[in-house]
C-alpha cells in the first residue's frame, strides 16, 4: 500500500498570510494531483504535476513535485476567505496501479477575514 | 464545463439488501472509477473500469461488489448484500487517459441501517 501523509492536518490563518502545505511519501508515483473537496462533495482537480522538480502555478497557488516524485507540496500567497476548505493531494500508482489513486487524509484550512 | 452525474445523491437501505448506485461518466472519457470515502476517513479506491472490464480493483472490492456500463452512457456500483460497513460516501470519476485528468462526481452517501 503506497502512503500519502499530509501536514498539516488543520490549519487556521488571517487573510493576506501566506501557506504552505506538504503531501509526503515514502514510494514513487506516476503523478501528484491535487484536490480540493468541500463538505458533501466530490474532489475537484487543481492540478496535475507529472515531472521530478514540475513547479506549476494557479493564479495565487503554487505546486511543487519533488526531484524524486516522491512528495509534493501547496503554497498559498496572500490567503483570502475564499481558500478556506480540504486540500487533498492525491498519488497516481506505476505500471498496473496506474489507473489507481492513492489519497492523503487532507489538510483542512480555514482563513479567517 | 461537462460534469460526472451520481444518482441517487441519498440511499438508505436496510442491512442484507442489494443497492445500485449509478454514474454518468463524462461522454468522451474512456475510464471510470469508483471510490468510497467513509465518515473522517481518506478517499479509497475501489475499482476502475475500461474498455467494458475492470482493468483494476483494490482489496475492498470483493465478491459483494460488482460494475457494470450497461449501456453506452451510464455506469454503476451494485453491492449485493450490504453491511453497516458499508456506509460511506461513494464516488465515481471518469478520465480521458489512465491515472490523469479526473473529474469526480459529487457522491451518493448510503447509509446502511
Known amino acids: 500500500t503506497q502512503l500519502l501523509e499530509q501536514s498539516p492536518q488543520f490549519l487556521s490563518i488571517q487573510e493576506g498570510e501566506n501557506l504552505t502545505v506538504y503531501c509526503n511519501s515514502s514510494s514513487v508515483f506516476s503523478s501528484l494531483q491535487w484536490y480540493r473537496q468541500e463538505p458533501g462533495e466530490g474532489p475537484v482537480l487543481l492540478v496535475t504535476v507529472v515531472t521530478g522538480g514540475e513547479v506549476k502555478k494557479l493564479k495565487r497557488l503554487t505546486f511543487q513535485f519533488g526531484d524524486a516524485r516522491k512528495d509534493s507540496s501547496l503554497h498559498i500567497t496572500a490567503a483570502q476567505p475564499g481558500d478556506t476548505g480540504l486540500y487533498l493531494c492525491?498519488?497516481?500508482?506505476?505500471?498496473?496501479?496506474?489507473?489507481?489513486?492513492?489519497f492523503g487524509r487532507g489538510t483542512q484550512l480555514t482563513v479567517w477575514p | 464545463e461537462p460534469e460526472v452525474t451520481q444518482t441517487p445523491s441519498h440511499q438508505v437501505t436496510q442491512m442484507g439488501q442489494e443497492v445500485i448506485l449509478r454514474c454518468v461518466p463524462i461522454s468522451n472519457h474512456l475510464y471510470f472509477y469508483w471510490y468510497r470515502q467513509i465518515l473522517g476517513q481518506k478517499v479509497e479506491f475501489l475499482v476502475s473500469f475500461y474498455n467494458n472490464e475492470i482493468s483494476e480493483k483494490s482489496e475492498i472490492f470483493d465478491d459483494q461488489f460488482s460494475v457494470e456500463r450497461p449501456d453506452g452512457s451510464n455506469f454503476t456500483l451494485k453491492i449485493r448484500s450490504t453491511k453497516l460497513e458499508d456506509s460511506a460516501m461513494y464516488f465515481c470519476?471518469?478520465?480521458?487517459?489512465?491515472?490523469?485528468?479526473?473529474?469526480f462526481g459529487s457522491g451518493t452517501r448510503l447509509t446502511v441501517v
Open positions: 470519476a471518469s478520465s480521458e487517459d489512465r491515472g490523469y485528468g479526473y473529474t
Open positions: 492525491a498519488g497516481a500508482g506505476r505500471g498496473s496501479t496506474l489507473g489507481r489513486l492513492y
